[in-house]
């Protein structure tokens, strides 16, 4: 019944459209047309340093709907989500007979915490984004690791060798293919150490040092390892920090009270809070910030009294070290960005379990109360979720709320931006921009950008010196990669000649970003030269052209990059520039090894558009010489 009814509560965003990650990570659709080239896009992954194969698997066979149909991916989705609902009431009915609960009570506290768990609002994002299945297929795994966990784990009393080979199989084989969906996966290391520090007992039939071995190989050592890992990202570089925004120091700060909010919005949802736009988050720049001081110290707390309390109150220790290791890697060190509802996705498992234990392994009585304020909870819930999903499914409405609701969010009025231009609104578009703007008077390519659709309009007039005033204004505007395209969408009006743009004035403008301390990571200056590339060959300077090409094939060496320079220099003249290009991209070749045999596909590509070029010019030569 659950599951129908939280299929209802998602259907109403099936209708939703593409958000701003999803081109990035999932463009390579496009070029799927057949196994060969589904094969070629699973083993071109780039959203994480493991590529996420598995997740790419489920997405090539629907390359169909890309980017036109969103509604064929989203339901998927949804689908994924309802199958990880039965996975987690599965794996906490597993949990509760570990506990040695009654065969009804593991049930019960199973299927009510999965049914809350199915329909956390704070979880839509990670459904209503299509590229956030990675999300929820590697805890698919996750989910399905823990549970053969479990399961081997029942046998201990009765054959213990083969039950701690099957345990160990299943967490390496678990996170393996979680951590190949999406690198987070391997946190089930982390999950189970925590139910087993927590919540379950040494086997009588182990003795107490064969136990510890094996808990420390099969635990400890990958902890320590991750550990060691997240310690190696501080401090963080000044490129980084410029990069970012905010220091090693400021992103622990500004986490810890990331996570009490998390936790907040997860039992307690609001419809305006739970946005996919988060880009304007306060950082906390400071411990003494009272904000800032109270979040660290409630952690501080929480951690102590789960540690102190684990033997007489385990449920909450439980609660506290699944849901901190759930976040230990988008919520610690590594600079990512600072807030995003979907990274929620397992952690909170954890203390919805301890919640929903607490309360039904309670009286008869209070049980009884509790299976019914459980489901009215779930009512409410599911209202909320609706209400959420509702607004996804309808793309302009949502972005204008979204606006609304994060008024200071440069995501928030580039979406709408573009739901406005495409009803053909673009004065409104401009003024959406300006306006938010007023907000980060430091992203001066809004202004950029509300400059190119002003333009359009207004052909008549000559724009050179509003052009030139850009070329200073990039070299200090804040990052985004929005700008490159910007960029890129300058370059196509200076192709048509408008805007007062041509390829000189594209030069000074991708040479104000690479200036631009911001803009100095080595994937970003590689586009923005592969931009400038095409912009010097269609002023006809090949030799600038070339040597764009070479620039980016130095600092960044990705293959759909060195497919597009085999397109940008098709039929553009001698070999020899072909040659330059194969040269650098052989000496290049990436060390990963999937990469390294699509980077060889191009290069043999390259070959024969050289060997082409080659033959149409010596033609040519022969014309001449008749």
């Not at 094969?39 to 194969?53: E, K, M, N, Q, V």
């Not at 909010?261 to 720049?285: C, E, M, T």
């Not at 709408?416 to 007023?438: F, M, N, S, Y």
């Not at 931009?531 to 030799?543: M, P």
Request: overall charge neutral; some cysteine.
């Amino acid at each position: 019944m659950a599951l129908v009814v939280c299929w209802f509560a998602y259907a109403p965003g099936i209708t939703g459209s593409l958000q701003f990650d999803d081109r990035a990570n999932l463009e390579g659709l496009a070029d799927v047309t057949d196994v060969r080239s589904g094969l070629r896009y699973i083993i071109s992954g780039r959203a994480g340093p493991l590529g996420r194969p598995i997740s790419l698997v489920t997405f090539a066979p629907q390359a169909y709907a890309w980017p036109d149909s969103p509604d064929v991916l989203l339901r998927t989705n949804i689908l994924i989500h309802l199958l990880n609902g039965v996975l987690v009431a599965w794996l906490l009915y597993a949990l509760g007979l570990a506990r040695r609960q009654t065969d009804e009570q593991a049930a019960a506290v199973g299927v009510a915490s999965g049914a809350i768990w199915m329909f956390l609002p704070i979880l839509a994002s990670s459904s209503m984004t299509v590229v956030q299945r990675m999300t929820t297929l590697s805890a698919s795994f996750v989910l399905m690791g823990g549970i053969a966990y479990l399961y081997a784990r029942r046998a201990l009393e009765r054959r213990p060798v083969p039950a701690l080979a099957g345990m160990t199989f299943a967490l390496g084989c678990g996170a393996t293919l979680a951590a190949l969906a999406k690198e987070n996966g391997i946190l089930l290391v982390l999950f189970i150490l925590a139910t087993e520090s927590t919540l379950l007992r040494r086997p009588e039939r182990i003795s107490r040092a064969a136990w510890r071995a094996w808990f420390g190989v099969v635990f400890f050592v990958p902890c320590a390892v991750l550990v060691a890992f997240l310690a190696t990202q501080l401090p963080y570089s000044e490129e980084v920090v410029l990069h970012r925004g905010f220091t090693g120091f400021e992103r622990l700060v500004t986490q810890a009270e990331v996570l009490w909010k998390y936790l907040f919005l997860s039992f307690l949802p609001s419809v305006p809070a739970l946005v996919p736009f988060h880009d304007d988050y306060q950082v906390q720049r400071s411990l003494m910030n009272p904000v800032a001081l109270l979040a660290v110290s409630g952690w501080i707390v929480a951690i102590a009294a789960a540690v102190m309390t684990r033997r007489r109150y385990p449920l909450f220790g439980f609660a506290v070290a699944w849901y901190l290791a759930g976040h230990l890697l988008e919520s610690s060190s590594i600079p990512l960005e600072l807030y995003f509802e979907h990274r929620n996705y397992v952690p909170l498992i954890g203390p919805i379990y301890a919640l929903m234990a607490s309360i039904l392994y309670s009286g008869a009585k209070l049980r009884r109360l509790a299976v019914v304020a459980t489901a009215g909870y779930c009512l409410v819930l599911g209202g909320v979720l609706y209400s959420v999903t509702s607004l996804w499914g309808n793309p302009s409405i949502a972005a204008e709320m979204w606006s609304i609701y994060r008024p200071a969010s440069i995501r928030a009025a580039e979406k709408l931006a573009v739901e406005l231009e495409l009803k053909g609104d673009p004065q409104v578009a401009r003024k959406v921009l300006l306006d938010v703007l007023e907000h980060n008077p430091e992203a001066l390519f809004l202004d950029f950008r509300a400059f190119l659709i002003q333009c359009q309009r207004e052909d008549e007039f000559d724009h050179t010196d509003t052009v030139r005033s850009y070329e200073d204004k990039l070299r200090s505007t804040s990052f985004s990669y929005a700008s490159i395209g910007l960029l890129t969408m300058s370059h196509l009006l200076a192709q048509r000649g408008e805007c007062g743009l041509d390829a000189a004035a594209v030069r000074r403008l991708g040479n104000s970003l690479m200036l631009n301390p911001l803009y100095r990571a080595p994937a970003i200056q590689h586009d923005i030269h592969m931009v400038l590339a095409q912009a010097a060959l269609d002023n006809g300077d090949l030799e600038l052209g070339v040597t764009h090409i070479e620039q980016a094939l130095r600092l960044y060496q990705v293959p759909w990059g060195l497919r597009l320079s085999g397109d940008i220099l098709d039929g553009l003249g001698p070999p020899e520039a072909f040659a330059r290009v194969i040269a650098e991209a052989r000496r290049r070749k990436p060390a990963h090894p999937f990469r390294a045999m699509l980077w060889q596909e191009q290069i043999d590509r390259l070959v024969d558009l050289e060997r082409r070029a080659r033959n149409g010019w010596a033609s040519t030569q022969g014309a001449g010489v008749r």
